[in-house]
């Protein structure tokens, strides 16, 4: 191939390629043929490796048993972390498993968290509390409460889980982020029926939404418990999230202190957006809204793929600038290191852990941008120097996405029919 491309020139009348005597449109027309066959040979290596790579086996949480570790060194003391939670999976055995059960379940449990060297964490056992029912919830949320100012605040720190976790890896994520952002108040990790498997995204998207009314009487819970409630959701949990708060928020009495989005997987097509209308509908149910989106993520291009092409808000950064506002900050947080996904970058990153800290403090981004944590970077329509630039999360260039996820970024539309 590569010696015929060099004695192909196309000021040439004709040319004898493998005796076929033919023209020099027909010979460029032959060689454009086969130059289509090698490029779509290359496609479809490229395509079997990018499977391999991306396999339910390789990302599926519920075919793999995870170790979770604190991002923080070894000298850091680690004690057990005491974690509620809620779920609307069946219980199975002496946890749950990823059916859907239909009903709530809580309890709380003390999770050891292991440091980078220490050996792994037992999995933590389990303490059944009832909240089935208003007034089951409400006892339930009367046991966060007072767990909360006995620690002197009177605060919960609500974590939804995303796509893609087992009951496992969610109450222990919720765990180790609430440890690494020094949280010092209540923990409560909000669990919906994930399958856990990476090639059930569909799935997983309507097992999602049978999790709303559930949120929505455990905010109203916490609420009458005298509770402030910050939120951290993740993905479809950023969903669940915002339909929940938009439904039970009592305006203009704030519902929710800090909600914090993180890679949301909602519908953010310009004309159709439903992204920016359940901002819009919530802002005024919080105090502040802080979104973290990353262009690196490879699991929200599947996503906007399984949604016919429609732009997931926690993939489009730069087009996320458009919904600052008074109370909704926006974060770059695409140099993020994470997993091979790139899309729990939250619990990979002790930078964005840093700076999830800060945001619960209540600072802001001026604030956190002078400690260091965040670059103010010029963008089209906004200077820093006028208070309007683009802040991105400030990452070492060692620890930035490395070779091997730009790879899968450029493999992955192969296999996308929409990207």
């Known amino acids: 191939m590569g010696l015929v491309r060099e004695n192909l020139r196309p000021e040439r009348d004709s040319l004898d390629i493998g005796g076929r005597g033919l023209t020099s449109y027909a010979a460029l027309m032959y060689w454009g043929e086969m130059r289509k066959k090698a490029a779509s040979f290359l496609r479809a290596g490229s395509a079997a ?46 946890g749950f498993g990823e059916a859907w059960g239909g009903m709530a379940h809580c309890g709380r449990t003390l999770v050891p968290i292991a440091n980078a060297v220490s050996p ?50 969610g109450l222990l994520h919720g765990a180790q982020l609430a440890m690494d952002a020094q949280w010092p108040c209540a923990v409560l990790a909000f669990d919906w029926s994930s399958e856990g498997r990476f090639d059930r995204y569909a799935a997983d998207i309507e097992r999602s939404g049978y999790s709303e009314p559930i949120l929505m009487g455990l905010l109203q819970a916490l609420q009458a418990a005298g509770l402030q409630t910050d939120i951290l959701a993740h993905s479809l949990g950023a969903r669940v999230a915002l339909i929940a708060v938009g439904a039970v928020c009592s305006k203009p009495t704030p519902l929710v202190g800090e909600m914090i989005l993180v890679a949301a997987d909602v519908n953010a097509e310009p004309g159709n957006d439903d992204f920016g209308q359940m901002l819009k509908r919530d802002a005024p149910c919080t105090r502040r809204i802080t ?129």
């Open 49 to 94: 490796a990018a499977v391999m790579l991306l396999s339910a086996c390789t990302f599926s949480a519920a075919l793999r048993h995870d170790e979770i570790r604190s991002v923080w060194g070894p000298g850091r003391a680690l004690p057990p972390q005491l974690v509620y939670f809620a779920t609307d999976r069946a219980p199975r055995g002496d």
């Open 291 to 419: 979104i973290y989106a990353s262009n690196n993520d490879l699991a929200l291009m599947a996503s906007r793929s399984m949604h016919g092409g429609i732009d997931r808000a926690g993939q489009r950064p730069l087009a996320d600038m458009q919904y600052r506002a008074p109370g909704i900050d926006v974060i770059d947080a695409s140099l993020a290191p994470g997993d091979l996904s790139g899309h729990a970058y939250f619990i990979f990153s002790y930078e964005m852990l840093t700076d999830i800290m800060w945001i619960l403090d209540g600072e802001s981004l001026e604030q956190r941008a002078v400690k260091g944590g965040l670059v103010c970077a010029d963008w089209r329509g906004g200077t820093c120097a006028a208070g309007t630039g683009r802040y991105i999360l400030k990452i070492a260039p060692g620890r930035q996405p490395d070779l091997g996820q730009h790879l899968l970024k450029e493999l992955l539309p192969i296999l996308l029919p929409f990207e």
């Open 120 to 169: 792994p964490a037992p999995d933590p056992a389990l303490e059944p509390i009832a909240c089935d029912g208003p007034a089951a919830m409400a006892a339930f949320a009367g046991q966060i409460a007072a767990t909360a100012r006995a620690r002197g605040c009177n605060k919960v720190l609500l974590i939804a889980q995303g796509f893609n976790l087992t009951f496992r890896i």
